[in-house]
């Protein structure tokens, strides 16, 4: 359902990052941030290892952010490899350090798993992960929501419950995967608004810098990649600059074409390039703001 209300104001954007594990790649992340860090984005959030291994560098990416630029940084926590008091020993610290947002999710299975098992004496599903965090502090907690339907339920209404689960539990908003075909979020959107959902779903976006990769991503959680999009890039594998500008057209009609429908926050996966993620946000109206510094921490949901 189209919102004219959203036509006028200024969209509201996220970013995320991953913890780099080389100097080169954090000389990567830095210059990534530097450039996006004028967009004023609501805050950006750092991924955590799906068996906890990239804990320490999470955290050290995210306290770096807080410590030398404006922006709000929001470290991903996960079910996975820990019990219930190591997961609240970390959120304590990372709220006497500051931090006030929290990504919460249930964590993909550790390496050599074939399937998901809750962890002895942890949290067993982000649902309950959310409830933790209320109980340790009034975190702002975003969580992860399937417009294609998680690749591990059991139905798409047991997808909905369980996103219903986590909002109900406390959190503030959804984040979606990645996606692109409009339509399927706009009936996702629907469809969680007539199960009772008020809470924000905010647009997964995620920038085409590698096809290949692209497809092994969708392939883990369960996105679907059109026909249409495989032809897109057909035959420039040896073509970068093509591919680019391919790829940045791509996702701009798609979040214009979401603008449209009265969608006004947007969550990008940066994989930690700034060029596509810049030039997408530039068309959607976002110019950089002459003090970097000047972030969007009180803009809270």
Known sequence: MQNPANKNLRPLVSFEFFPPKTEASEMTLWQTVQ?????????????????????????????????????????????????????????????????????????????????????????????????????VADFEISVAAYPEVHPEAKSPLADLDNLKRKLDAGANRAITQFFFDADKYLRFRDLATTAGITAPIVPGILPIANFASLLRFAAACGAAVPEWLHSKFEGLDDDPETRQMISANVAIELVQRLQKEGVNEFHFYTLNRAELTYAICYALGLRPQTDPKVATQGDTA
């Open 35 to 135: 450039r996006l860090a004028p967009l004023q984005p609501r805050f950006v959030s750092v991924t955590y290892g799906d068996d906890g291994s990239t804990r320490d560098r999470t955290h050290r990416i995210v306290s770096r952010i807080n410590a030398e630029t404006g922006l709000t940084a929001s470290p991903h926590l996960t079910c996975v490899e820990a019990t219930t008091s190591e997961v609240d020993g970390i959120a304590k610290a990372y709220w006497d350090e500051g931090v006030r947002h929290i990504v919460a999710l249930r964590g993909d299975p550790p390496h050599g798993a074939k399937n998901y098992v809750p962890y002895p004496g942890g949290y067993n599903y982000a649902a309950d992960l959310v409830t933790g965090l209320r109980r």
